[in-house]
């Protein structure tokens, strides 16, 4: 039975490392896929204490904040598209006011860890979401309220990238060395946007993110975001000094168009990048 029970723990690891998408630090991490971020905070006893606990309560308290302290450090990592992160964005000082809030709204994550030193350690985790609420620009948007893309004609006389209907959109980066962040952008090869603000709606964005990230075609596939018959193309080049935008042939532009005017597959999100 501990056999059993070890070969499953070890299994949930590897699939929980092959699932994570982001960067991880010694006291946190960025991640794009699950779209949160994550802090460790460390609390000692103090001096002077009159009880355990006093000693554990204060303990705690140290521990949050030393977290939140984390999470600013962390958050400032984060990249939000081809050119930009989280540190340059937050020099306009009411973003940097409003993110500091979202951090302040982060939740614990589990129960506190009591170490054989005497401290404390406990996990703190906010939501990309949130930061997705303050960053993103109000204005640029796909209209909310635009009408539904109409069903591909039973006869199949529509320029449909097949006969099935397309559930979502897979763009295999592997070999690219892509980085994931919050607003990747697809490109065509003179540049031009494809994927951008303008295609899919700001709730939608916030709520869902721009993008899913996979590693591996086969885990792209089964990702909820685009599961069912998504359109597969290969991504041929990467876009921006963060190399986040993604360049595509300009063969495939003419399916993805086709794909979404159909299927409607760009205006929620159903957007999966495959990496290595």
Not at 214 to 219: C, E, K, N, T, V
Request: charged share 20%.
């Amino acid at each position: 039975m501990k056999r059993i029970f070890a070969g499953l723990l070890l299994i949930s690891v590897v699939f929980a490392q092959d699932t994570f998408v982001g960067d991880t630090f010694d006291r946190g991490t960025i991640d794009y896929n699950g779209r949160k971020v994550k802090a460790t905070g460390i609390g000692y006893i103090p001096q002077n204490v009159i009880n355990a606990g006093q000693a554990r309560r204060a303990a705690l308290r140290i521990a949050k904040q030393d977290a939140m302290r984390q999470l600013i450090e962390i958050v400032n990592g984060v990249t939000l598209t081809s050119e930009t992160t989280m540190s340059g964005a937050m020099f306009d000082d009411v973003i940097k006011t409003q993110v500091q809030g979202v951090i302040r709204g982060a939740y614990q994550v589990g129960d506190p860890k009591y170490l054989s030193d005497t401290s404390i350690e406990v996990a703190y985790e906010v939501p990309m979401a949130g930061i997705s609420e303050v960053v993103i620009p109000v204005t640029g948007f796909l209209d909310p309220f635009a009408p539904a893309a109409a069903a591909a004609p039973a006869d199949g006389t529509a320029e449909a990238p097949t006969t099935s209907s397309i559930t979502g959109l897979i763009i295999d980066c592997t070999g690219l060395g892509i980085r994931p962040a919050m607003s990747p952008q697809i490109l065509d090869q003179n540049g031009g946007v494809i994927y951008g603000p303008g295609n899919y709606t700001r709730e939608f964005a916030i709520k869902n993110g721009v993008a899913g990230y996979a590693r591996g075609l086969d885990a792209g596939k089964a990702d909820d975001r685009v599961k069912g018959n998504p359109l597969v193309v290969k991504g041929v080049a990467t876009s921006g000094s963060n190399n986040v935008d993604i360049v595509i042939g300009n063969s495939d532009i003419m399916r993805i168009r086709s794909a979404n005017s159909s299927y409607g597959i760009l205006k929620d999100c159903r957007v999966l990048i495959v990496l290595d």
